[in-house]
Nanobody, 122 residues
Framework: QVQLVESGGGLVQIGGPLRLSCVASGRTLSPYTISWFRQAPGKERELVGGITRSGGVTYYRYSVKGRFTISRNNAKNIVYLQMNSLKTENTAVYYC???????????????WGQGTQVTVSS
């Protein structure tokens, strides 16, 4: 099994940047597709985007395209979510999730982090 820990969340102003990290332990991240999810108060959990094992393919929900970037450094077992031009609607708990191989962006994920709170305000 792999354990995932998110970090980097906090309070950020509208329009500001924030970078989240997902660090793996127990196993290397190399065999896993990693995706970021978020859940805002009163809303269902939704996929933010994901990255394939080698980082060659990324996927983003329409609302964050051009503003968010997912990258990974397999040598360091870290996946990043760089968020720019943040809006209040981006306030949520952000989670990273992993699955071996690839089962589709909306498929099952076997491993989840504990989540990190991102709050966007003025």
């Amino acid at each position: 099994q792999v354990q995932l820990v998110e970090s980097g969340g906090g309070l950020v102003q509208i329009g500001g940047p924030l970078r989240l990290s997902c660090v793996a332990s127990g196993r290397t991240l190399s065999p896993y597709t990693i995706s970021w999810f978020r859940q805002a108060p009163g809303k269902e959990r939704e996929l933010v985007g994901g990255i394939t094992r080698s980082g060659g393919v990324t996927y983003y929900r329409y609302s964050v395209k051009g503003r968010f970037t997912i990258s990974r450094n397999n040598a360091k077992n870290i996946v990043y979510l760089q968020m720019n031009s943040l809006k209040t609607e981006n306030t949520a708990v952000y989670y990273c999730a992993a699955v071996e191989g690839f089962k589709g962006w909306y498929g099952a994920y076997d491993y989840w982090g504990q989540g990190t709170q991102v709050t966007v305000s003025s």
